[in-house]
Structure formats: structure tokens, C-alpha cells
């Protein structure tokens, strides 16, 4: 099928980067970058701003939204984060609650060993490091977790602002677990294993019956979000 979605005509020829208070804009034609909410495009770190910058010089005649994921997640931290971090970080620490990692096969055996290999050490991970000692049942009855769990994966996610929760928030809703998104975010685990742990069901099932073209590109899309989000985290950090 045919992608017959419209993109606007490109409208500038010079994409610069310049400080702007204590962060920095990417500006088309001299003028800042703002996000759909009409605000100017303020970043943190000048290698962002460069990242971002670069999506925008890589355009041709015409701009498609979907091939800049870092622009799109950075609006949405202006226009849907900021001012709302306590909303965002409940809905993460919701995933305390029905954390993929969590919730068990009960078969076949194959599938059973595969999620215990890649699973098991995340969970202890998080026991170990935030004290979350997130309970493990088979099926998709809801699972209760404890207070203690659920306070101390809170903790963990309170420390995160603005553009670290909106990557946070991506990555956790892509995952389908908080103590994923924690162990990528921590360096625990990279991008590549991140992804497989969250997908192992999916990985075998495909092994068993083969994929399907268009669900594998949904699922890169995703994915490309996933790392978007991740890289997001790393054009945080000051150059070394």
C-alpha cells in the first residue's frame, strides 16, 4: 500500500543553532524553532539542539514529521510535559502495577526459559537497586504489588525531569515495563537488549510461525521511537 500521507513543502534554506537564555534554539531562516503549541523550541544541551538541527537540515523539498522523532519528543516536552511532571511521572509508576516482567506463560516450556533467562535479572536488579520487590505470577490475572514496591518505584522516577520523564514515558509505555525503561535508563541495559526482553513473546512466536510484513513495520516504527527516546537521554549529558 502506498504512504498518501501529505507533507508540507520545505519553507527555509539555513537551519542554525544559538544560544537562547540559559538553553538553546535550532533557527530556520534566522527565525527559532517552535513546537505545534506555538512555543519556541527551548533545549537544554547544544549537542541536542544540534541533533535536532540536523533533522531539520536533512529534509528536502518537502518535510516529513515521521523522520524526526527527536523534534517530535522534544515538542512534546514543551507543549505536553513541562508544568505537568507530577501527572507523567504517576502514569509511569502506574506500570509498577502491571509490569510485563511480571506476568508469566505458563508454556510451553521453551517460551517459560526464555522469559526467566531475560527477566529474572532485571527483577532483582530493581530489588536490589531501588528496593522493588515486584511479585511474578503466570496468566493474565492482575498481580498485586506492595506498597513498599510501588513507593520505591516512585522514587526512582521522581528524580526525573521534563526531557528525561518524556523519554522515560516513552520507553516504559513502548516496553511495556517500568524496570526496563529504569535498567536502559541506568546503563544497565543497552538499547538492543532493552528491546529484545521486552519482545521475547512476539521474537517467539515469530519463531514458530513467521512474521508478518506489516506488523514488523509497525513494530519498527516503534522501535525507532524506542531509540529516539533513548537517544533523547544521551544529548542530555554535557560533551566530554
Not at 496468566?139 to 504489588?145: A, R, S
Amino acid at each position: 500500500m502506498s504512504d498518501t500521507r501529505q507533507t508540507p513543502k520545505r519553507f527555509y534554506k539555513d537551519v542554525t543553532v544559538a544560544a537562547r537564555g540559559s538553553g538553546h534554539a535550532v533557527h530556520l531562516d534566522g527565525r527559532p524553532l517552535r513546537t505545534p503549541g506555538k512555543l519556541v523550541l527551548v533545549l537544554p544541551t547544544p549537542q541536542m539542539a544540534e541533533a535536532i538541527a540536523a533533522e531539520w537540515s536533512a529534509q528536502g523539498a518537502t518535510i516529513d514529521p515521521m523522520s524526526m522523532p527527536l523534534t517530535r519528543l522534544a515538542n512534546s516536552v514543551r507543549d505536553q510535559v513541562e508544568g505537568r511532571e507530577p501527572e507523567v511521572r504517576a502514569d509511569i509508576v502506574k506500570y509498577a502495577g502491571s509490569d510485563l516482567l511480571c506476568y508469566r506463560a505458563d508454556g510451553p516450556a521453551e517460551l517459560v526459559a526464555q522469559q526467566a533467562a531475560a527477566w529474572d535479572p532485571m527483577l532483582d536488579w530493581a530489588r536490589e537497586t531501588f528496593g522493588a520487590d515486584l511479585a511474578v505470577c503466570t496468566g493474565l490475572m492482575p498481580v498485586d504489588q506492595t506498597a513498599a514496591s510501588r513507593a520505591a518505584i516512585e522514587a526512582a522516577v521522581a528524580k526525573l525531569e521534563s526531557f528525561r520523564l518524556a523519554s522515560a514515558y516513552v520507553v516504559t509505555t513502548l516496553l511495556g515495563s517500568v524496570v526496563l525503561m529504569l535498567a536502559a535508563d541506568a546503563g544497565r541495559l543497552t538499547p538492543e537488549e532493552a528491546w529484545r526482553a521486552a519482545h521475547i513473546d512476539e521474537e517467539w512466536q515469530i519463531s514458530k510461525w513467521g512474521e508478518d510484513a506489516e506488523a514488523a513495520r509497525r513494530q519498527e516504527k516503534r522501535k525507532t521511537e524506542f531509540l529516539a527516546a533513548l537517544r533523547l537521554n544521551r544529548l542530555l549529558e554535557p560533551s566530554p
